[in-house]
């Protein structure tokens, strides 16, 4: 009877190590202070109504981005905590993680940073500023946005699970790679919990792709052709297009695994006939492009940066558009260089390390129109401007290592070392992360309606770049003097505890650089009041986003804007008047003349929880999965069945905002 | 006219879908093509599978795209008799196969030939019960879709409903198609 209810679940499988009851208590804590905190000052229906309801792609974006800053915030601790580890565990010394331990904490770190910190941040910049950018108010597909998001929650909850209801995290690395994944060699709950919140929140990416996608193509505003899309929705539009091909290998690769373990079917087992090598080639197909589907966003987020602060239009805009889509084709053609050392052959390993180096020239085809643009520019080194310059030097950086790994005898040295960790790192921070919080200062000001501090900003960035410096060339070298990745303790002789020490203090100060970004937005936020825009327009901005209030009403704009060229707002500035000195904007009420301000009824999404209560049903699903529990599984799918069902019936899905209304609020917004 | 924009971001948005999940069956595809040789001494395709059984089961799938394409005729025509009538009689056929493919598969489990067996068997399993599940779907969605036929009428919003089930079912007969080839006629060969 037990076992019917709860299936694997057991009292002994509830929390009892030091890690798990301290997070549970930290979670429960931090819980009961937002609920007490929700009703003290009387918020609960403005959170429901206002947030976490809403299908507007402006607050689905904030969402995304404070949900992707507290995972990124768990994803940095795993980090500081291997980096100690790896300092302390030399010789006598075991360090204070025992090795399963330090083995999740490595699968964790890697699975959150990609799938729900970076990931996470780029589908809420995408979300806030491509259907601003394209003059579109909503998305082609309000309500699946909505449900994309409280899936990839759902999914972000799934993988910090273990440290409530107890079992542990995959410790098989972290892309789960068979046979170690298989039941027989990982019998824990770990692996289920892996695929479970790779499945939930993939399957939000997925939808949130194809709406992308959708919006993107059949929702430009009038005279917006592709060629003079701004950069940024071009290359989340290539973003997007790598999404819907690639995340349906990774659903189906992961539910094979799935089926492996809990139906005991032999797709990647070592006996009966099954092949691992098969799942190392699957999750690489869907693997690699996911590397692109992190970066090319970032080009696009740099792109309208460096054209920005440099006064000047983007320089070979028709070779960045060919440049970002031959990157998008070429990422399918390279995933067998992540196991070079699998044995496909000279011939096979020759044709893949081509492909790789390939790829270089589209990449370097972009670094020079950057530093083309910037040329004879009036640049402004402000901090967005900041971090696209640090991007510049550590992708290049970066990119020299990866030519090195993409020549297979080099890879076989080089395998498996710190080295390929250093790469990495060194692409995903500077071309994914850099680029995010360059986006994030960027464009601060258009949703919440005021700058961050430049200082605070400028301060972080040198501490981001420091320690990325101290804490990541160590590794170029550790690999070269052998150390492999996710290694637990070693040898004094070996000679890497230096290089360790000198890494672990450069992760202090990125974390200096964390904190400090935190501070800075809490200082901006008290000092809002100096820092306002009133203009929409504080940087002297090109593109659509710039030609509305900030922040943004949730109608977006009250006029749908007519588009003639590329730089469409830079355009309507100029033709008003003589280009205005640097630093200095012309506002919008100059740029457009009122004889034009025609108000319509608009047609808006209504706000539905049928996203969060779907949701909520494949988390009892996958849940009830990773404990074996079948009436629940059952439940989970019959609820979710139920929910689609009663949204299909459901007839109100839009209502109309009328012209009085808007201008209503646009002369209460007009007035000082 | 605001419909008909309508009505074309979602046949986009639903042909983006079908191709997404045209890749999930090509990994399937390509996990059954890797394994299909690994019985582990188990049994080979030509012992289980019979052409007969197959192409019975094709012949009603593919008669079950026929009558959704006369739906989906009925429907723009604005006969909604017409086109419950086409609808209830896909729906039969659309479970006819289902209960055959289901037959088969407690045929294959009684003989001991279940998806633990091999990685073959695991691989077929998986792929063939993939495309009985989204016929599954299929069929919950002409339930669906009759109801709000019967209450609604025929609306410019069931119409584009009943146009995104017609281009499902045709998918999934297309996929069939491969599976048949693929799976059945190779397999015995």
Known sequence: MAHFLFGNLTWGSLPHLWYTEGATASIALMGIAAAAALTYYKRWTWLWKEWLTSTDPKKIGVMYIVLASLMFFRGGLDAIMIWIQQAMSSGASHGYLDASHLQQIFTAHGDIMVFFATMGFLFGLINLIVPLQIGARDLAFPFLNSLGFWLYAAGAVFINLFFVVGGEFASAGWLSLPPLAELQYSPGTGVDYWIWSLQISGLGTLLGGLNFVVTILKMRVKGMTLMKMPLFTWTSL?????????????????????????????????????????????????????????????????????????????????????????????????????????????????????????????????????????????????????????????????????????????????????????????????????????????????????????????????????????????????GFMGATRRLDHYAVTAGYQPYFIAAAIGICLIALGAITQLWQVVVSTKERKQNQDTTGDPWDGRTLEWSTHSPVPFYSFAVTPEVHSRDAFWETKIGRKELPPPGISLSRREAIPPSTKKYEDIEMSANTAMGIYLSAFVFLFGFAAVWHIIWLMLAGVIGAIACVIVRSFDEHTEYTLTAAEVEKIEMARKLP | MKEEIADDKSIFGFWVYLMTDLILFSVLFGAYAVLRGNTFGGPAPRDLFSLSSALTSTLVLLTSSFTCGLAAIAAQRGKRNGTIAWLTATFALGATFLTLELAEFSRFVATGASWQRSAFLSSFFTLVGTHGLHIAVGLLWIVVAVIQVRLRGLTPATTSKLTRFTLFWHFLDIVWIFIFTTVYLLGII
């Open chain 1, 238 to 478: 290539c973003s997007m297009v790598l999404v819907i091909a690639s995340f349906p290998v990774l659903t189906a690769t992961t539910l094979l695994l799935w089926l492996d373990r809990f139906f005991g079917m032999h797709f990647f087992t070592s006996g009966f006939g099954g092949n691992p090598m098969m799942y190392v080639n699957l999750i690489w197909m869907w693997g690699h492009p996911e590397v692109y589907i992190l970066v090319i966003p970032s080009f696009g987020i740099f792109s309208e940066i460096v054209a920005t602060f440099s006064g000047k239009r983007i320089y070979g805009y028709v070779s960045m558009v060919c440049a970002a889509i031959s990157i998008t084709l070429l990422s399918f053609l390279v995933w067998l260089h992540h196991f070079f050392t699998m044995g496909s052959g000279a011939d096979v390993n020759a044709f893949f390390g081509i492909m790789t180096g390939i790829i270089a020239i589209p990449t370097g085809v972009q670094m020079f129109n950057w530093v083309m643009t910037m040329f004879r520019g009036r640049i402004r080194f402000t901090t967005p401007m900041h971090y696209f310059l640090g991007f510049v030097s550590l992708f290049t950086f970066g990119g020299m290592a990866g030519v090195l790994l993409s020549i297979p005898g080099a890879d076989f040295e080089l395998h498996n070392s710190l080295f390929l960790v250093a790469h990495f790192h060194t692409m995903i921070v500077s071309g994914g992360l850099f680029g995010i919080f360059a986006g994030i200062v960027y464009w601060f000001p258009k949703v919440t309606g005021f700058k961050l501090n430049e200082r605070l900003g400028i301060r972080a960035f040198w501490l981001w770049l420091a320690g990325f410096f101290l804490s990541f060339t160590p590794l170029y070298i550790l």
